[in-house]
């Protein structure tokens, strides 16, 4: 069953100054999530793959096309239906250093939503519990402090606070882009077996294809606000159609430094056609 779809979507931003025309984040993009399921989406830094979540999550301007959620469509929900929504579609952001308040106890953190919805003190309680437990940390960690916890437990806690209010739906915004290598593979595992025991479907976005292909059902690949290639995770990875895509490809890190070394000669030598207009950066796409 399709959990999320969109069709046709793009965003515009409007400049700041009046001299200069509205700039076009995403053109006419269309994907669909089904329930359970994990569409990775990848691309380089401005490419509008951060845009995408953004416009689903309604924060950013859609101009045209449909978000469909569950059946019900979202891409102009007013506030009151997006306050609603958030029990069913919740957000990890890339660093877990700011995305929580340094101020509120981890018990606090994950309570808020639950009391911004009126959840009882008892089901709350119960529902923290059960997400410190998804996430493997103790129960004692709701009495501590961010500022006690790695990065890697951080990002833990934030996944958590994403799962207390059981959504069907989790948008991952380069969720482990601020790891090192050893503490993402854990971070991976563990969205992995959560979505494993709750049957929680992902939009998974990245810019790193070989972090997509582990996380991901289906991937899209995105470039200057389109879509330029989806398939299934192995028909991206294996046989990839778009030149751009193989580019990302050989852009991915490997262990054989030979290899790495291999790569990298080619990945140079590649030859991407690129438009005449450079797209700015995802966050300066937000602040335009």
Not at 88 to 99: L, N, T, W
């Amino acid at each position: 069953m399709r959990l999320l779809t969109i069709t046709d979507l793009s965003v515009t931003y409007a400049r700041r100054s009046w001299r200069k025309p509205p700039f076009t984040a995403l053109r006419d993009v269309s994907l669909d999530i089904r329930e359970g399921e994990s569409l990775g989406l990848v691309g380089e830094s401005g490419s509008g793959k951060s845009t995408l979540g953004r416009a689903v999550l309604g924060l950013a301007p859609v101009s045209s096309g449909s978000i469909t959620f569950a059946g019900e469509e979202i891409a102009h929900a007013h506030t009151r239906e997006r306050r609603r929504l958030a029990s069913d579609i919740q957000v990890v952001f890339q660093d877990p250093y700011s995305s929580l308040s340094p101020s509120l106890t981890i018990g606090e953190t994950l309570a808020e939503p639950l009391r911004v919805r009126k959840v009882g003190r008892r089901e709350a309680d119960r529902r923290i519990t059960e997400a410190l437990s998804l996430v493997n940390l103790p129960p004692d960690a709701v009495d501590r402090l961010p500022r006690d916890f790695s990065g890697g437990q951080r990002q833990r806690i934030a996944i958590a606070r994403a799962l207390v209010l059981e959504p069907r739906l989790i948008i991952c915004d380069e969720p482990v882009s601020a790891l090192d290598l050893t503490t993402q593979s854990r971070v991976l595992d563990l969205f992995l077996e959560v979505q494993r025991r709750t049957g929680v479907a992902y939009l998974f976005i990245s810019h790193d294809l070989s972090v997509v292909r582990v996380m991901s059902h289906r991937i899209a690949v995105m470039r200057q606000g389109r879509i330029v290639e989806s398939g299934t995770a192995a028909e991206v990875t294996s046989a990839p159609k778009s030149a751009y895509t193989r580019k990302l490809l050989l852009a991915a890190p490997v262990a054989d430094p030979a290899l790495q070394k291999a790569r990298r000669a080619a990945y140079l030598d590649s030859r991407v056609p690129q438009d005449t207009q450079r797209a700015p950066q995802d966050t300066q796409e937000e602040k335009a």
